[in-house]
């Protein structure tokens, strides 16, 4: 199992920036795909992005196309998700995932085996 902690939610107002981390220990990664999602109140937890760790494949949402970006530190076993141009509707908490899965169910929530507590990401208008 791979043990996630994320951190670098907080309150930010709309047009700025955040970038979240995901520290993860207990297995190599190399054979994984790491995932970020979020729930906004009221709504289910969505896909935002993902990263296969061994070649740095990503994957992004329509929703946040242009102004998010994940990469990873393989010094650091870390995962990052760099969030510019934030608005409003970005407000929710974010998780990390972490699963061995195909990059075709990159997006889906049940590929993930391990995930993180969460941090909350609220944006002002």
């Known amino acids: 199992q791979v043990q996630l902690v994320e951190s670098g939610g907080g309150l930010v107002q709309a047009g700025g920036s955040l970038r979240l981390s995901c520290a993860a220990s207990?297995?190599?990664?190399?054979?994984?795909?790491m995932g970020w999602f979020r729930r906004a109140p009221g709504k289910e937890r969505e896909f935002v992005a993902a990263?296969?760790?061994?070649?740095?494949?990503?994957n992004v949402a329509d929703s946040v196309k242009g102004r998010f970006t994940i990469s990873r530190d393989n010094a650091k076993n870390t995962v990052y998700l760099q969030m510019n141009s934030l608005k409003p509707e970005d407000t929710a908490v974010y998780y990390c995932?972490?699963?061995?899965?195909?990059?075709?169910?990159?997006?889906?929530?049940?590929?993930?085996?391990?995930w993180g507590q969460g941090t909350q990401v609220t944006v002002s208008s």
């Open positions: 995932g972490a699963g061995r899965t195909d990059w075709g169910k990159s997006r889906l929530e049940s590929a993930f085996a391990s």
């Open positions: 207990g297995r190599t990664l190399g054979s994984y795909v």
């Open positions: 990263i296969r760790w061994s070649i740095g494949l990503t």
